[in-house]
């Protein structure tokens, strides 16, 4: 994945050279004198104002707007009074920004005039010095002085440029007006000094307001007002010849998330003043588009400095159709000449950056880059005859025309090369793609050939084993060299040789492989055969996903389509058990025909239910009846035009006006769910007697799991306070309950890794003389004869009872989920939270359903199990408030006991990753129950079919596998082994449609997105199966410990 991944999402080819004032295409001698580089300079100064997230219909005012449930309409008055009476003086336009719309991106756009690329959104939260040519850069060369206040990020981008600054943290998404405040008490006074020549303030509360509440909360009123009380008073202090811009760097949607491409995430504002006049045209009513790379050599030529060498954006032509220095009026002529002149420079300035780009990158189409090229000559052939005959004629109307045609014409060429850019911005290597997912497909036979193979707890490892594991290492490690050392070269082909060998080697020992011993593997269990209906089923569900990638339209309802494929793979078993009890005689709880009186029919209800055909039907309908309710906590996405925004996926806050009842609603159903999780879970402890005792493991799971509900619980409702009053409280008053859980959840899975067991033994006074046992003597089968004698002998004194210990390693895995479960609701937030008990219904469901399979002396078939169980959480991670898209992505998972000003963001990331994939995690515990729930015979099937007391004597659990370490870790190591087959699958999938698509219209939107997503699922599905196989060692080896001690003191 790393290897394909630093082919495809590589940046783009950035050319390291910067503008000067010393260019043939620009005249000094020009009337304006020293006053400009490359231009005359209209203004002195500029003020400017970047408000967060500023969306376009926040600043636009709407004349027909009457209704006051959206709180964001018309509250920035004082813009539309200055458009209104000082029509020459004020322009406003919509600002349309490039995606991805994250922050630092946007910033980066905003000052050097570039496109971002898909990968640099990575980067959003690691700002790094900007090196590539800006207009702070040329501003600061041209001895103009520079202040900034607000957002901190613009101090990791330009260190070190500021005359003077006020930074503030920009992280904490839930503060609405630290930096706000901030900024307010020091804008007018160092506006009023005379020590500068261009203030930027960047204001984060509408950002913030929005990823807080959403826009359509009554905090967004207060944010926006807030704001234009701030431009009134930046106006009052400003000289005649400043320059205000004020803008969105994006906007946000109806969530009040941004990041991606959608309408409302594009679409800010840009409002332009000074109170001296900038055009000759009035604001119309009529929307102007002009796109954020547009404010880059507007601003430039407007202070009179050059414009950044890498800019692809359009002087805005509105700006340049009067100039403070006309002493003879203004005319028609000279206001379309001057427009002109600016879109010139501009178009020269990006003629040549395309000429140093075309010399470092040759993926420049070469028919394009001559036929832009007679563009600019022709135009400038033509700006030539049009100065003459001004000359020669004066300024007449067919003047007029021609230099309206010439504006055109630059029009045309800039935007031509933008769009051309726009097309091959990112080069992909092929080579590293190819070879990624060459690695990956090597990997998908490897997992598969292990697999058939099974081989070391029985003989000697066969030596094709050792063979494929050689050439294995040495193809990873010629395969990583050549991709991150060489790149593209004739060596490559030497990899592509080397890989192509050992695919069909593998393909040839997967095939031809023979079964010599028995011992190794039974043919009934053979997961790899495809003759029974359950494997075909799943096989052929596998490659339906697998196909589905390459469609756009599935990955965009793909929680549709895995509903669809999960609920009919559960049908799926429900009828292959009904076929098999049909075909019994005597079903399993009814009486056998001679016992019955013939002559007698009555209708016995229990043994209706009872019956293994209905028992199996009511396990299946309440599975899939889960899997269907969990939709309800489906997010939105874009491309999705008719879907709703979900109730449960408002933050609590954010519940106001009309939805002010379902508020309390909602918390109280939220927290009922989660006792409801945790009780569930601790009456099957209870049950299985695993709660017994005082091991560090019992006791946390006793009292601390109940102690971080109820602390979860109270966080909740506090995220439910107004904001005023939540934002008023002691910082440590709003992050101590969650803390308190982290602490409570962190030291319960301390103890389960230090004690996993959950087994207590009551003491006798009369010890059964047990002599110690070796491990590979049968323990179990003794020490329950033991007890037996005992009970048979009738003695005064009762034997010793080990409470818990047939399900030792469950334990361990219920344990574990349940302190993981509160964790991860408190994560998720009170709305979504009810979808993680969705989740155990539906897991708890499958379980089930696979145990009365195999009570049907079904052997088990891991690979259609862990297709199922890998559908599922495929499923729940859209179904627990997620898509596969930068927008979804709960940010605010982050300041769930932490205010927000980090250090590092090794905290931050964990908890948004966890946030992300919450189901990854969850399904990651419980997959390996697939092996030993069916072992403890379930809770409903051991509640409806009772056992004889013959039967629960002998019943040993799973503690059974302990008495055979070596089917143990063969079991673990199929599932496992399983595991990471569908999810490279889904990788596989996800890498090649990503291959294919790499030119493709919504590449960047869909196709790029959904691989990103992809790969770190799979990274955290495989991390955490590799804890639980660590955590299931350890019960191992804690078993050890505890037989031996039990044989001693025996």
């Known amino acids: ?75 920035l008055l004082f813009v539309n009074q200055l458009l209104l009476t000082k029509p020459f003086n004020s322009k406003l336009y919509r600002f349309l920004a490039d995606p991805p719309t994250t922050t630092l991106q946007r910033l980066k756009g905003l000052t050097t005039g570039s496109l971002p690329t898909f990968v640099d959104a990575s980067a959003n939260f690691a700002s790094s010095e900007i090196t590539e040519d800006n207009f702070v850069d040329q501003m600061i060369k041209q001895g103009k002085t520079l202040k900034f206040l607000g957002d901190d990020t613009w101090m990791g981008l330009y260190p070190g440029r500021f005359y003077r600054s006020f930074p503030f943290p920009s992280f904490n998404v839930k503060d609405l007006h630290t930096v706000d405040n901030g900024i307010l008490e020091n804008l007018i006074p160092e506006l009023r000094k005379k020590d500068w020549d261009i203030t930027i303030a960047h204001f984060l509360g509408v950002d913030h307001c929005g990823h807080r509440y959403g826009p359509m909360h009554p905090a967004m009123a207060e944010k926006l007002s807030q704001m234009n009380e701030m431009i009134r008073n930046v106006t009052r202090v400003m000289d005649g010849d400043t320059v205000l811009f004020v803008f969105g760097d994006h906007g946000m949607t109806g969530s009040g998330d941004h990041g991606g491409d959608s309408k409302d995430e594009l679409e800010a504002g840009l409002f332009v003043y000074s109170p001296s006049q900038i055009t000759s045209f009035p604001t119309k009513d009529v929307i102007q588009d002009v796109q954020q790379t547009d404010l880059v050599p507007s601003i430039s030529l407007l202070l009179g400095v ?87 004629d004066g300024e007449t109307r067919k003047l007029e025309e021609k230099l309206v045609n010439l504006r055109s014409k630059y029009t045309k060429y800039i935007t031509e090369v933008r769009k051309i850019c ?74 592509y040789l080397l890989g192509g060998f050992l695919i069909i080697g593998l393909c040839v020992l997967i095939i031809k492989f023979q079964v010599k011993n028995p011992l190794i593997i039974q043919k009934e269990n053979n997961i790899f055969t495809v003759s029974n209906f359950e494997t075909s089923v799943s096989l052929l569900g596998c490659i339906l996903y697998f196909l589905s990638y390459f469609s756009n339209s599935f990955v965009v309802n793909e929680d549709v389509v895995i509903l669809f494929l999960a609920q009919t793979l559960v049908w799926m078993y429900c009828i292959s058990i009904v076929l098999d009890s049909l075909k019994l005689t005597e079903p399993a709880g009814l009486e056998p025909k001679n016992k019955r009186h013939k002559g007698t029919k009555t209708f016995d209800i229990m043994r209706f239910f009872t019956h293994p055909t209905m028992l199996v039907f009511i396990v299946t309908l309440f599975t899939s009846v889960s899997l269907r309710l969990s939709t309800v906590f489906a997010a939105c996405r874009e491309e999705k035009w008719n879907c709703d925004l979900s109730v449960f996926l408002l933050p609590l806050g954010n519940l106001v006006n009309q939805l002010q009842s379902y508020k309390n609603m909602r918390y109280f159903f939220s ?37 971080a509900v109820v602390c979860c619980s109270l966080h909740w409702a506090l995220q439910g306070l107004p904001p005023k009053i939540l934002d008023n409280m002691p910082v440590w008053q ?24 959950c087994v207590f033994i009551k003491p006798s006074a009369e010890l059964s003389s047990l002599q110690a046992l070796d491990r590979d003597k049968s323990a179990v089968p003794y020490l329950f004869t033991k007890l037996k004698e005992k009970l048979e002998e009738k003695a005064k004194e009762k034997p010793q009872v080990a409470y818990g ?95 927000g000003d980090f250090d590092n963001k090794i905290i931050p990331g964990l908890l948004i990753h966890l946030n992300t994939f919450v189901a990854e995690v969850f399904f990651g515990i419980l997959s390996p129950l697939i092996i030993f729930w069916p072992l403890t015979e379930g809770i409903f099937v051991q509640w409806i079919l009772k056992k004889s007391k013959e039967q629960e004597q002998r019943w040993k659990g799973d503690f059974i596998l302990y008495e055979d370490g070596d089917t143990l870790r063969k079991l673990l190591f199929r599932l496992l082994s399983c595991i990471f087959i569908f999810h ?33 699922s799979c990274f955290t599905m495989f991390g955490i199966s590799m804890l639980m196989y660590l955590l299931i060692m350890r019960v191992d080896k804690s078993l050890d410990v505890w037989v031996s001690k039990v044989s001693q003191t025996s």
């Not at 080819?13 to 580089?37: I, P």
């Not at 889904?986 to 196709?1007: D, Q, Y």
């Open 422 to 495: 726009q097309s091959i911005w990112a080069k992909f290597d092929l080579t590293s793609i190819t070879i990624g997912i060459m690695t990956i497909f090597i990997a998908l036979l490897i997992n598969i050939y292990c697999i058939r193979v099974s081989y070391w707890w029985k003989v000697d490892v066969p030596s094709t084993s050792i063979v494929v594991i050689l050439i294995t290492i040495v193809y990873t490690a010629f395969a990583a060299f050549q991709s991150f050392f060489i790149g593209e070269s004739l060596t490559a082909f030497m990899v």
């Open 671 to 707: 927290v009922a769910c989660l006792v409801l999780l945790t009780f569930i879970t601790r009456q099957w402890m209870k049950h299985y007697g695993n709660l017994n005792g005082a091991s560090i493991s019992v006791l946390c799971a006793r009292y601390f799991c109940p102690i």
């Open 1 to 75: 994945m790393f290897i394909f991944a630093k082919g495809f999402l590589l940046k783009r080819v950035v050319v390291d050279r910067n503008s000067t004032c010393s260019v043939e295409f620009s005249h000094r001698s020009d009337l304006h004198g020293g006053k400009g580089c490359w231009m005359h300079g209209s203004f002195k100064k500029a003020i400017i104002i970047v408000i967060d997230a500023l969306r376009y219909d926040f600043i636009k005012y709407d004349e027909n707007f009457v209704n006051e449930s959206l709180p964001y309409k018309n509250k």
């Open 306 to 392: 050059p414009i950044p060498f890498s800019n692809l954006g359009h002087a805005i032509t509105d700006l340049f159709t009067f100039c403070p220095s006309w002493k003879s009026g203004s005319t028609v002529i000279k206001q379309v000449f001057h427009s002109v002149k600016a879109l010139r420079l501009n178009a020269h300035q990006i003629s040549l950056y395309i000429q140093e780009y075309y010399k470092h990158s040759s993926d420049f189409p070469i028919n394009k880059y001559y036929e832009l090229g007679h563009i600019l000559s022709s135009a400038e052939n033509e700006l030539q005859a049009a100065l003459t005959a001004m000359v020669k």
């Open 734 to 757: 709003q992050v101590f309950l969650p803390r308190i859980v982290y602490i409570l959840v962190l030291v319960t899975l301390f103890c389960i890794a230090f004690n996993p067991l």
């Open 805 to 899: 210990l047939a399900t030792s390693y469950t334990a361990a895995i219920v344990c574990t989920v349940t302190a993981m479960s509160i964790l991860l609701s408190m994560l998720l937030g009170d709305g979504p939270s009810p979808s993680l008990l969705l989740a155990l219904f539906s897991a708890g469901g499958f379980l089930e359903i696979i145990t009365l399979r195999e009570k049907h002396s079904k052997p088990p078939s891991f690979l259609c199990y862990v297709v199922t169980f890998s559908m599922m959480t495929s499923l729940y991670f859209y179904n627990t408030g997620h898509q596969a898209t930068v927008p979804s992505i709960r940010f605010e998972a982050a300041f769930n006991g932490f205010h």
């Open 984 to 1016: 490279g699958i889904k990788i596989f999938g996800a890498t090649c449609a990503a291959c294919l698509h790499r030119r493709h219209l919504m590449v960047w939107k869909i196709f790029a997105p959904r691989f990103v997503f992809q790969a770190m």
